[in-house]
């Protein structure tokens, strides 16, 4: 077997025991088994070969995902029919109405908010898609949604890289969010947010692949004065981990009996809806 055919392989077992993945999770999964080298020469080579293998129909293409150019449509239907047994199986309750504390979960790069929304739906919890810094726009639209739930002592748990940027992009957060907070219209307004990966502790555990640091970045120097000159994409984190990790976050943070009860109720009006629909 050519190393290419063994590349190719290891792919198609690596996706058949997985959900869909990035193009970046599974070359880190490579470079994390010593398979391929930490380059751009690498990935490139990499890419080009899935290609082909997806061309070939050695890889499915739904097993590779590419969240950046997913095309944006109407929702359309064929019939009335149609329409209403879709809408009802949209309906949900307010998860929030019946939980202590609300909670989201911000991650860095749209790339991995497939993986996200996949883990949340069932629980109801929103994913924000960052895209690295937010927009003041987007800022001030998160700190209108914790405002509503002021009394549910808002939690936002951040995933990003581990680098100068993605460790910067938490205080920023912070402090953008903060500065809401401090005026008259969001008054109120409370928060907390906490940095649930990448850490330099999941570096360790799951001995990810680092990169050099990008001495362009202004915040280089001191990143490696702290930490040293590693730094490791969010992508290099196993996905069944961090499936974990995000259902981890939200078990921890709801009262999954009261989630429960009110699905017991959202099917049984589920049930009302079809019959008025019917």
Known sequence: ???????????????AHQPPMTLRQIFYRLVAAQTIDNTNVAYDRLSKR????????A???????????????????????????????????????????????????DALSGIFER?????????NVARGYDSWSAIKNAADRLLRYEDRDP??????DFDPSGEHMVVS??????????????????????????????????RLPPNPTKLT?????????RHGDVSV??????????????????????????????ERRERAERKIIAGKLS
């Open 217 to 225: 970045d202004t915040r280089a120097a001191r990143h490696i004065a």
């Open 233 to 262: 994409e969010l992508d290099a984190l196993p996905p069944e981990v961090l499936r974990q990790r995000i259902v981890a976050c939200v078990e921890r943070t709801m009262d999954l009996r009261a989630l429960a009860r009110l």
């Open 119 to 127: 883990a949340l739906e069932p629980y109801g919890v929103a994913v």
């Open 50 to 57: 899935l290609i082909v293998a997806r061309q070939q129909g």
């Open 1 to 15: 077997m050519s190393n290419r055919e063994h590349i190719i392989a290891t792919v198609a077992d690596l996706l």
């Open 59 to 109: 890889i499915p293409w739904e097993q590779i995902e590419d969240r950046l150019r997913a095309p944006r449509a109407p929702t359309m239907w064929g019939s009335v029919a149609e329409f209403g047994a879709e809408v009802r199986d949209w309906y949900r309750r307010d998860v929030w109405e019946t939980q202590p504390r609300y909670v989201e979960l911000w991650v860095e790069k």
């Open 173 to 206: 957060l912070r402090e953008r969010l903060g500065w809401f907070a401090a005026q008259p219209e969001w008054e109120g307004l409370r928060f907390t947010i906490k940095k649930e990966a990448l850490t330099k502790a999941d570096i360790r555990r799951y």
């Open 155 to 160: 939690l936002i748990f951040y995933f990003g």
